[in-house]
């Protein structure tokens, strides 16, 4: 493969983004359903409960569904507007191979033809090379038992190490902070735990355009009498009412939990008793933050002391509280740094466990948390299992019916994929549900990888950017397309239910698969009739693992409005609350809370490091990205959603006045921003809620619109996370057209 | 001894006028009655009644306030010498589209378009065949010695022959039969929609949207069926039917002054307004009192502001607002946030005397979603 | 049916976080499909995210209607002000601009006045309107005023507005504090703010924060 099939317009032209709006039936009060099916909203982290209306297998409108106790009927606007990606005109109906001589790039071709031409390049590629020339990329939107047999795919069928999934962009510091701390990786509490905390800190984490269903928790508990502390480089619309507002400086989270620790030390606001017999490592953590002053932690993070002493008092001196953090401080070179700077803190006050008192990532994919535990990421196996643990590797392999001496041991980030493609290591790629090149950071290199590869089949419902590299593309299945289990950023597995069937020669992503290990000829372990079969096995492949589903059905998932794992057995409830003194987890057996033989949690020195791209003289500002409310991940659903396109048609650039003043830039001039690695032009948006030494690009757009051109791909070296909340960049005023 | 209220009182006179007048046309135009069928008599009862009704209200109409303001100033711009050439030709052109084609309807949906379109072209066919007909202004008499023509006599004044057997006869004669086809279909559309629409089903009264549709219905299906009767039937059954579609017309009629079918008159104000509105472009725009910023016309403004006098509230605030109605709409909606903002964190951020306020602007920019149309955005989002 | 008596609307911008579910959902609801009525507006977006999302506040003598010179806006005998009625609405325009709280919209091309009629499609049989069911702050509020006094012990809901020297009553409902003297709401008390709340204002020092990483 080579270059792009055709012009990137004629592609568009053809396969979109074509913003579907309320037409025909959807428009007619008239038009009674056929069906209500109750299901979850695909579009983020916290899946929340909604009907959807279906007529004549077409989705024509949403009811909210006011019985399920996350959201009770609210939605985001993504949710409110899901429906329209059902009978999308953009919608792929068939396979398509790559034609240069078509006009837009694509031939559509049968589905046996693109299946078995699939299965011939993957042998050809296998035998040449060698099994670890293919690659597995996969994604954290796909259903677990999706995700389960992607793991399964890559390590049983192809035989590759090569399988990592694009929650690689979004959770994975927290997931390792969290199992360095807890030992396990999963949210402490369930939300309801925020509506009983006196304190609420939030860091790096914009609720409102992220996770706003969470907004209604933080406001609920500030009517409870919580204090509500956040910690941004912008003023998002939850900091703008905060209680306490802390302006950090993008990269610099780790030094304010140290500076937190270091005051609540001196002052003696450390739960001695918890700390005592709950934790090991406290003190080399109290040696390390002796040097957080105050002033230092300041100079550092750009907040004020005063400041900062106030929030650790708040912090200090609460009886309850709840720690929230999202992708702020954890898309860093030192991503993880930041979340044991959380936890510790956290740890130090001794309130986790208890009723009011909680800790939990805001996890942001659709399946971000069930998506990772059962083996689509490089080094985990089902039931959050260690592929270089001997016992863990034996278990699945009985699961299974190999010898775990067949399964192939961890493999590399999803980034280190691309690295490898480079180096000639990797000649054969498989993406599913994943726009890698919109979402990883320094996309021109992934651009040249991509036009490296020899082949490259992409499955989606859509043509995402990505897949117009592909030679061969299959037609997979839409959120509503499909059934199967997901687990939410509480950690509560809940139902996924199909409402429609897949269009034309499209089908669910899980048949495809099968159907390709059937056409390599290796179809023993992929023979699945139903999600239900697949769940069933996952079930026993995680009994005795950290994430233990084993005591799932689909029946008491729908009955409980989801089951919090772990849930060893068919009559245990379900664990909402984690570390509850007392309880019982397969590692510490009995010794304690936490997921360790000893059952304590661990204190972890959180060390501070600047971001791997410092601002200078010629790149004088912080570049920082994230979300808009209207659209999700890559925009490849929200950007074909024409309502959700009209409120964020385009990114922009979002500057304070000092600098743009100092620039000559007014709000809507066109601005040329430069990085090391790249440049794009976009307009500005002058406004006085972000620091004047930041700037901040939203990322669902590709090509020129695409802010991850200008990123950097300096990665942590625990969660190989990369940094896209800093990189350094240049402005100027942009006079051309 | 006349009733109290002096507006109920003008409203009286007017009602009788017209009444009186109409009375005197039906003598002077049927001949001394002697075109004038004695058989139609109720009908004619019926129609003096209805339009003491639809002038009565009418009156008492024109004198809320706010009526009486477009009224006049509907008027003023209308008949303004200036502009009274370039008024008439848009008049003509606005009663083409809004009236003749009901464009407007056209808009919100085709179908709804369609309900109206053809009620509305049936009701004004069948009125224009039987009104004359009921006051003895228009009668066919039989041309001497040509058994097979009628000659057309209007107010007594024979007009032109025609024959029996010809197209225009023939089209003349079944004029009543398309007006009651046109208007069962649109009735037969239009009660789909209301059958099935939530959102109509919802906000539907029986006696304002129900009823009408069921009156028409009546009248027209009775109509066809004294036709079959006459035509096919050998008169089978034509004594009760003529005296059910009677009932149906009368009652009808007498409903006209109150029930929906009172927009039939009023609605053509909407052209009046288009006028007030053109005047209000070419004069000076108001300009919001706290963020400078322009919105509607000056004029319409400040006759809003006569308006709610008259009606009894007071806006009137502390300078330099003067009176709430020179805060533009989403001016009014920042405060309405602002007051309850500062209420719970106490002031914030303040602008300088003098120095307007940013202003606000929608959320979401397209317009699907947003604000609804062009004027909607010069109104509010200036 | 009439909306029930015992539920009613609150609302509580100052929970607002201008993430536009409302905007998206009103549009869905049957009285209005493909429309939406519900004003969400950036205050000074240059200053802050600050949004003000409002309804029909339902006035109990409402000046839309008043001023109507077609008699075209009519309340029900359950209190809420209903849209237009379509044969009369002549697009005057009079409501809109009357409006103290500037919610009814003009669609010119349809000669129409649309506002909100609180989804009375759905309230009229019992359930939430659109924009409240889905409100993900909950700065739009419906249900029973027991719940909302128990669920927000802080807050006291109001519904008498002063403009100028005009009370206006309405039977929507706003948060405000609960310690806050009991006396209609001055409007116009807030002329001279321009946004609440957090921002990197003049008096925010830019020089501690512009430089290299430490």
């Known amino acids: 493969m080579a270059a792009l099939p055709a012009k990137v317009e004629a592609i568009i032209e053809k396969f979109g983004p074509h913003p579907a709006r309320p037409s025909a039936l959807r428009l007619d009060p008239g038009v009674e359903p056929d069906k209500v099916v109750r299901t979850h909203c695909c579009f983020c982290g916290q899946q929340c409960g909604i009907q959807l209306l279906v007529h004549g297998n077409q989705l024509i409108g949403f009811e909210p569904w006011m019985e399920f106790p996350f959201n009770q009927g609210k939605l985001c606007p993504k949710g409110v507007k899901r429906y329209l990606q059902g009978s999308h005109p953009d919608r792929l109906l068939h396979a398509l191979e790559r034609d240069p001589s078509s006009s837009h790039g694509f031939r559509a071709v049968q589905y046996d033809h693109a299946v078995s031409r699939t299965a011939g390049e993957i042998k050809r590629i296998q035998s040449q090379y060698g099994p670890d020339a293919l690659a597995v990329i996969s994604g954290a939107s796909l259903t677990t038992e999706k995700t389960y047999l992607m793991g399964k795919f890559a390590r049983l069928c192809l035989k590759t190490p090569y399988i990592d999934y694009n929650g690689r962009l979004c959770m994975v510091s927290a997931a390792a902070g969290n199992k360095k701390a807890f030992g396990i990786d999963r949210a402490a509490n369930p939300w309801a735990d925020i509506l009983k905390a006196q304190v609420v800190w939030i860091s790096g984490a914009n609720v409102a355009e992220c996770a706003p269903i969470t907004t209604d928790y933080v406001w609920q508990a500030r009517e409870n009498g919580a204090r509500i502390i956040v910690v941004d480089p912008r003023v998002t619309p939850i900091a703008r009412t905060c209680d306490l507002f802390l302006p950090i400086k993008p990269g610099r989270d780790v030094a304010l939990f140290n500076g937190i620790l270091h005051i609540m030390i001196e002052k003696g606001w450390i739960a001695r008793d918890f700390v005592e017999t709950y934790t090991v490592g406290f003190d080399s953590v109290a040696q390390y933050v002796r040097s957080w002053n105050p002033k230092y932690t300041s100079e550092v993070t750009g907040i004020s002391e005063g400041a900062i002493r106030q929030a650790a008092e708040l912090w200090g001196t609460t009886t309850t509280s709840f720690l929230l953090h999202a992708r702020g401080i954890e898309h860093h070179s030192h991503g993880v740094q930041n979340v044991l700077g959380a936890i510790n803190i956290v740890l130090a006050s001794g309130r986790i466990g208890r009723e009011g008192c909680g800790y939990a990532t805001i996890t942001g994919q659709g399946n971000g948390q069930g998506g990772r535990e059962h083996g689509q990421k490089c080094d985990q196996l089902p039931g959050a299992r260690d592929i270089s643990d001997p016992e863990h590797r034996a278990h699945i392999a009985a699961v299974w019916g190999t010898g775990p001496g067949e399964l192939q041991g961890p493999g590399v980030d999803v980034y280190e994929i691309f690295r490898k493609i480079s180096l000639g290591e990797i000649k054969g790629l498989l993406s599913i549900s994943f726009n890698p090149l919109v979402s990883l950071p320094d996309n021109n290199f992934v651009r040249a990888m991509l036009e490296k590869l020899e082949f490259y089949c992409a499955i989606d419902f859509f043509l995402n950017e990505t897949a117009y590299h592909a030679d061969i593309v299959l037609p997979g299945s839409l959120h509503e397309e499909d059934e199967g289990v997901v687990t939410t950023a509480e950690g509560r597995t809940i139902k996924i239910n199909q409402a429609v069937t897949p269009p034309g020669d499209a089908r669910q992503d899980w048949l495809i698969i099968q159907d390709i290990a059937g056409a390599l000829g290796r179809e023993r372990g992929f023979t699945f009739a139903s999600p239900r079969e697949i769940f069933e096995e996952l079930r026993k492949a995680s009994r005795g693992g950290v994430a233990d589903y084993s005591g799932l059905t689909y029946e008491k998932i729908e009955e409980n409005f989801g089951v919090f794992w772990p849930c060893p057995d068919e009559d245990h409830p379900g664990t909402p609350r984690l570390f509850e003194p007392g309880s019982w987890n397969p590692i510490a057996r009995g010794a304690g809370p936490f997921y360790f033989p000893d059952g304590k949690a661990r204190f972890c020195v959180a060390s501070y490091s600047p971001p791997a791209e410092s601002t200078d003289g010629e790149f004088p500002f912080i570049l920082t990205t994230g979300r808009v409310v209207s659209h999700y991940l890559t925009g490849a659903q929200t950007r074909r959603i024409g309502p959700l396109a009209d409120h964020t048609p385009e990114p922009f650039l979002e500057i304070h006045p000092h600098p743009a003043r100092e620039l000559g830039v007014s709000d809507g001039d066109r601005v040329m921003i430069e990085s090391r690695r790249g440049q794009m032009v976009l307009s500005a948006r002058v406004a006085e809620t972000i620091r004047p030494d930041t700037v901040f690009i939203p990322y669902h757009w590709p090509w020129e619109k695409s802010v991850n051109q200008l990123t950097i791909s300096a990665q942590d070296p625990i969660s190989r996370i990369p940094e896209y909340k800093v990189c350094a960049v240049r402005i100027r005023r942009y006079a051309g057209s | 001894m006349m009733p109290g209220k002096p507006e109920v009182r003008r409203a009286l006179f007017w009602g009788v006028l017209f009444t009186a007048i109409l009375a005197g046309l039906i003598v002077v135009g049927s001949r001394n009655l002697s075109h004038f069928d004695a058989a139609l008599v109720g009908y004619t009862f019926a129609v003096l009644f209805a339009l003491f009704g639809i002038v009565y209200r009418y009156a008492i109409w024109l004198q809320r306030p706010p009526t009486a303001m477009y009224w006049k100033q509907g008027w003023q711009a209308f008949l303004a010498p200036r502009h009274l050439i370039s008024n008439l030709a848009h008049w003509v052109g606005r009663c083409v589209t809004d009236i003749a084609l009901n464009r407007f309807i056209w808009i919100r949906g085709r179908l709804r378009w369609l309900a109206h379109w053809t009620i509305m072209w049936g009701c004004a066919l069948a009125v224009g065949i039987t009104f004359p007909l009921v006051f003895g202004w228009l009668h066919f008499e039989s041309v001497p010695g040509d058994f097979d023509s009628y000659r057309i006599s209007l107010f007594g004044f024979p007009t032109a022959d025609f024959s029996v057997h010809s197209l225009f006869g023939f089209l003349l004669f079944h004029g009543l039969v398309w007006s009651a086809v046109f208007v069962i279909v649109g009735v037969m559309i239009a009660m789909r929609r209301r059958m099935r629409d939530e959102g109509a089903a919802a906000v539907q009264i029986f006696a304002e949207d129900f009823l009408p549709l069921v009156l028409l219905f009546a009248v027209s299906l009775t109509g066809l069926l004294l036709t079959s009767s006459y035509t096919w039937m050998k008169g089978y059954g034509y004594d009760f039917l003529a005296i059910l579609h009677a009932v149906t017309v009368i009652f009808t009629l007498l409903w006209l002054p109150f029930g929906k079918f009172f927009h039939i008159f009023q609605r053509p104000a909407q052209l009046g307004v288009t006028f007030y509105k053109d005047l209000g472009r070419r004069g000076e725009s108001a300009t919001c009192r706290r963020c400078a910023k322009p919105f509607s016309s000056r004029m319409h403004v400040e006759d809003l502001i006569r308006v709610e006098k008259e009606l009894g509230y007071s806006f009137e605030a502390e300078d330099p607002i003067g009176h709430y109605q020179w805060v533009c709409p989403p001016c009014r909606r920042a405060l309405f946030a602002l007051a309850q903002g500062r209420m719970w964190h106490g002031p914030g951020s303040q602008r300088a005397p003098g120095i307007p306020a940013q202003g606000s602007s929608h959320v979401n920019p397209g317009l699907g979603e947003g604000p609804l149309g062009e004027e909607d955005r010069e109104n509010f989002h200036p | ?214």
Not at chain 3, 54 to 75: F, G, Y
């Open chain 3, 1 to 214: 049916m009439p909306v029930p008596e015992h539920l009613e609307f609150f609302i509580d911008p100052n929970r607002c976080i201008g993430c536009q579910a409302c905007v998206q959902a009103c549009a869905e609801c049957d009285t209005h499909r493909g429309y939406s009525m519900i004003q969400l507006d950036y205050i000074a977006r240059s200053e802050s995210p600050q949004t003000v999302p409002i309804v029909c506040m339902h006035c109990e003598s409402p000046t839309c209607a008043e001023v109507c010179p077609a008699d075209a806006v009519k309340r029900t005998e359950d209190g809420v002000v209903q849209s237009a009625r379509k044969p009369r609405c002549i697009a005057c325009n009079n409501c809109v601009l009357a409006c103290p709280f500037g919610v009814p919209k003009m669609e010119t091309p349809m000669e129409l006045m649309m506002k909100c009629d609180m989804c009375y499609d759905r309230t009229s049989v019992g359930k939430k309107p659109m924009c409240a069911s889905v409100c993900p702050s909950q700065a739009l509020f419906y249900g029973a005023r027991d719940q909302i006094e128990r669920q927000r012990p802080r807050s006291r809901p109001i519904h008498r507005f002063l403009f100028g020297r005009q009370i206006i009553v309405t039977k929507v409902h706003l948060m405000v504090p609960f310690e806050s003297p009991v006396a209609p709401m001055d409007v116009i008390a807030a002329f001279r703010e321009t946004v609440i709340g957090h921002v990197f204002g003049p008096n925010f020092s830019a020089e501690t924060m512009v430089g290299g990483g430490k």
